[in-house]
């Protein structure tokens, strides 16, 4: 295992709007994190999507997602919508779905599912930096979801050291010293700063079954 280093979650992306929406929606996600780290609602039955077709998987996710909220709001955020998942070529290896673009916010999260034989085998989810907290909240309640679907036999605590060990809590100096990598129940797991000139501008979540 990669030593782990740090991620501070202050640092993450940007939204315009309004403080009214900004209180209404910050408490939100807070009421979903405090919660449980996500608290998942064991009656709306859902399975894990990684190891799926990409249908099962955006069916799974969206399960997911109505398993944590009952806000109409935060689940149209969160939630995949089948008619704008796209691949990203013709040799139909990749597809692309972009979260926040159906609202009137500008933050946008980016979705790649990779796919072989018809199976979703990585997922590669990308968040633009800023020090928004209601972006930063958002990000980190999308890598939960994120390790939620990728594997279901995890509980609220598992998930949460998952994100321990690939550093998100810690404080770091230097950009490049963010990310990490970790197993656990042979999925594969990876934060990775996107660095330029010197500045963090992004980062990517990865979970992938591992080759070979």
Do not use: H
Request: glycine share 4%.
């Amino acid at each position: 295992m990669k030593k782990t280093k740090t991620l501070t979650l202050l640092f993450l992306l940007t939204i315009a709007c309004s403080t009214q929406e900004s209180t209404q929606e910050e408490q939100e996600i807070e009421q979903i994190e405090n919660n449980e780290q996500i608290e998942i609602d064991t009656s709306i039955s859902w399975t894990k999507g990684i190891g799926k077709s990409p249908e099962e998987f955006i069916s799974n996710w969206n399960k997911l997602i109505n398993s944590i909220s009952n806000d109409d709001e935060t689940i149209l955020f969160f939630s995949i919508n089948p008619e704008s998942v796209n691949w990203v070529s013709d040799a139909r290896q990749t597809l692309v779905y972009q979260f926040g673009k159906s609202t009137s916010k500008e933050n946008i999260f980016v979705l790649n599912l990779n796919v072989d034989n018809n199976s979703v085998r990585s997922l590669e989810f990308f968040a633009p930096t800023s020090n928004d907290e209601i972006t930063s909240q958002q990000t980190k309640l999308f890598f939960l979801m994120i390790i939620s679907i990728s594997d279901d036999e995890l509980n609220k605590d598992e998930r949460e050291s998952i994100l321990v060990e690939l550093g998100l809590y810690e404080d770091v100096v230097e950009p490049d010293e963010y990310g990490g990598t970790t197993l656990k129940n042979q999925i594969e797991y990876e934060i990775e700063p996107i660095i330029v000139n010197n500045l963090l501008v992004g980062i990517n979540f990865y979970s992938r079954i591992p080759f070979g």
